[in-house]
């Protein structure tokens, strides 16, 4: 699904996980935009 990289947010002080998107070319339309909405979802600010 992708490459994920450890770094380092000078800005929040704080390691972040930066993730690389590799989107299968055998996938339909359908299959990747749902595969890029579930990456969305995921990305988003952790709770609390």
Do not use: C, F, Y
Not at 4 to 26: G, M, S, Y
Not at 35 to 43: I, K, L, Q
Request: zero cysteines; a negative charge.
């Amino acid at each position: 699904m992708g490459v994920v990289w450890l770094a380092e947010d000078l800005t929040l002080q704080r390691k972040v996980a930066v993730k690389e998107l590799q989107i299968p070319p055998a996938l339909s339309d359908a299959e990747e935009a749902s595969m890029r909405a579930r990456v969305s979802r995921e990305a988003g600010p952790p709770p609390g």
